[in-house]
C-alpha cells in the first residue's frame, strides 16, 4: 500500500491534514509512489493517467477529538474537536482504488456538498 500525507494551510496555518492510501499494484513505480510533487492535476490526475477516474465516491463524516499528533500538527486549541472524513474513490463499477482521511480542525472548517441524484 502506497501512503501519501499532505498538510493543507490558509495563511500559513494548518487546517487539515489528508493521508491517501493506493494499492501497491496501481502505484508501484510511478510518481504516485514517490514523495514527489505529483504535477498538473495532481493525485486524481496521476490516477487518470493510470485509467483510474473517479465515477463513485463514497464519504463518511464524524467529528471526534484530536489525537495528540493531530492536536500539535494543527496547533489546535484545546477542546476543539476534528471533523474526520473517509473518503474512497471508486470505478464506474464501483471497485475503490484510493481512500484518503482528511482530518481537518472543526473550528475552521465546514462543509458544503452539491451532487446530482440519478433515478
Known amino acids: ?12 496555518v494548518p487546517m487539515q491534514v489528508g493521508i491517501t492510501y493506493i494499492p501497491w499494484s496501481i502505484a508501484k513505480g510511478t510518481a504516485l509512489a514517490k514523495a514527489e510533487n505529483l504535477g498538473a492535476r495532481s493525485l486524481y490526475g496521476r490516477l487518470e493517467d493510470l485509467g483510474y477516474t473517479i465515477d463513485n465516491i ?18 489546535l486549541p484545546p477542546g476543539v ?11 464506474s463499477d464501483k471497485q475503490p482504488f484510493e481512500v484518503t482521511n482528511f482530518c481537518m480542525r ?5 462543509l458544503d456538498y452539491d451532487m446530482p441524484v440519478d433515478y
Do not use: C, Q, V
Not at 500500500?1 to 500559513?12: C, L, V
Not at 474537536?81 to 470505478?91: E, K
Open 1 to 12: 500500500m502506497a501512503r501519501r500525507e499532505n498538510w493543507y494551510y490558509a495563511d500559513e
Open 58 to 75: 463514497r464519504e463518511e463524516i464524524t467529528a471526534r477529538p484530536a489525537t495528540r499528533e493531530e492536536a500539535e500538527g494543527l496547533d
Open 81 to 91: 474537536p476534528m471533523i474526520d472524513l473517509w473518503h474512497t474513490g471508486m470505478t
Open 106 to 110: 472543526a473550528d475552521y472548517s465546514a
